[in-house]
């Protein structure tokens, strides 16, 4: 069955992030179920999920409590026109949102997407001034930052591999030394040097705190997120957060700024809002950007952003679910446990000589690799193997990841890295 659905698949089908030529090789897998931690192929195998499906899954695949909350709804509404109508599992979300982000994060605005939220972030903090008078067409952004594939999510994104070819019509963004890269003062004191070469011309600055994933899992300290933020107040920059990916416990705090204690003025927030189940983001901000936006119709300056699936009924009731889980299982508490246990299990891999370096914040480790030719795409032989073995992983170039659901166990965990660990002695 596995083969008539994938020859099935490939007469029709153009993939995501996929060279479509690699599958004369490599087999495309047909997913019957999901359950738990696991998926399962269609002649009966089983895959442990470490990458919780591109980092969307919290809570298991077929969660039974997120299901029959999407059960409950559809009976009543499955989606309604957000402008001009509302909904009660928006106005819940919204108000739960508020109130479990940063304080002066006061408002929310929807979308179906991470890179939407980013287009949003991004075309608001331009408006803003925009409606004052100002005008600043600039945006920043980190080195090996990525921030989604739309056009302007990708132009404040460095991942060469997804946005080289489109150099000449994205619009020309500036991408500031990271502080996963260099020395954080470095860093900040480069940001510095753009803010004043640029002064009174930046709308924002759009980071990915605490680790930039698509870049390579690369890791850096809160402690340049608080300066970044001050230098924001100094100099009259708006500070976007991109918690698409690292939002919703990943890094071990609810979000990722609550590790530096600073809230940005725009925070976006997508994949694991729903546990995995339903297109949804946001964008949360502040009071002030609100009211920027606040005024008669005819003044010309309101916000005229929308997508038809903007505010979801079906993906609302989800992200509730997701968040009465958070609350009602402790899962940030629980989630330490796990995260120490990594912790214990992936130091021994430092050692081994085709390791470069193992990195790990929270719920996320990544095993850097060494001594590998580019060409022998030695992340997809993992991939392959790992897959063997019932553990499914897909490895950024020569970056081995876990991004796991919450819901794994500690022996799924030591299977997750005792499987890696076999593979990196013999390959
Ligand atoms: C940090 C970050 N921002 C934005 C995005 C884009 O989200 P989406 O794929 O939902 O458009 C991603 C996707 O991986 C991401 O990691």
Redesign the pocket.
């Known amino acids: 069955m596995n083969e008539k659905l994938m020859n099935e698949d490939l007469k029709y089908i153009f993939h995501p992030c996929t060279q479509m030529k690699d599958h004369e090789k490599l087999p495309l897998i047909p997913i019957k179920k999901g359950k738990g931690a696991y998926i399962f192929d269609f002649d009966g195998n089983r895959y442990l999920d470490c990458i919780s499906s591109w ?1 969307v899954n919290l809570f298991g695949h077929s969660n039974p409590y997120i299901n029959s909350k999407i059960k409950e709804q559809i009976e009543e509404l499955e989606h309604v026109i957000f402008a001009g109508f509302t909904h009660k599992p928006a106005i819940d979300l919204a108000r739960r949102l508020v109130g479990i982000t940063p304080e002066p994060l006061k408002k929310v605005f929807f979308a179906d ?3 939407s939220a ?1 287009e949003i972030a991004l075309k608001m903090s331009f408006q803003y001034f925009k409606n004052r008078d100002e005008s600043r067409p600039i945006f920043v952004s980190l080195k090996n930052s ?4 739309t056009m302007g ?1 990708l132009a404040v994104s460095d991942t060469g591999l997804y946005k080289d070819v489109y150099s000449d019509i994205l619009l020309k963004t500036i991408q500031a030394k990271s502080p996963s890269l260099v020395d954080e003062d470095e860093a900040i004191s480069d940001m510095k040097d753009i803010f004043l070469m640029h002064k009174g011309k930046i709308a924002s600055v759009v980071i ?1 705190p605490l680790v930039q ?2 870049g390579s899992m690369k890791m850096y300290n809160p402690s340049y997120i608080s300066k970044l933020r001050a230098l924001c107040d100094e100099m009259g920059v708006f500070l976007i957060a ?1 918690e ?2 690292v939002g919703f416990g990943r890094t071990g705090s609810m979000f990722a700024c609550e590790q530096a204690g600073v809230s940005p003025d725009f925070l976006c927030l ?2 694991g809002i729903t546990g995995g189940y339903m297109p949804l ?1 946001v964008v949360l901000f502040t009071e002030d950007i609100y009211n920027a936006f606040y005024c008669d119709y005819s003044e010309g300056k309101s916000f005229l952003d929308s997508h038809s699936y903007t505010g979801n009924t079906l993906a609302c009731a989800v992200a509730n679910a997701v968040l009465d889980i958070f609350e009602n299982e402790n899962i940030i508490e629980k989630n330490r446990e796990k995260i120490a246990l990594l912790n214990e299990l992936l130091k021994p891999l430092e050692k081994l000589k085709n390791v470069k370096e193992v990195r790990q914040r929270g719920m996320i480790c990544a095993i850097e690799l060494q001594g590998y030719d580019a060409k022998q795409r030695v992340g997809l032989k993992f991939f392959q193997e790992a897959l063997k073995k019932g553990i499914y992983i897909r490895p950024l170039g020569d970056v081995i990841y876990f991004m796991p659901p919450y819901i794994i166990t500690k022996e799924e965990i030591k299977k997750m890295v005792g499987v890696v660990e076999e593979l990196l002695l013999v390959m």
């Open positions: 980092w997407n991470g890179s980013i990525y921030h989604g594939e999510a990915e994933c698509a991109d698409v990916a997508s994949k983001s």
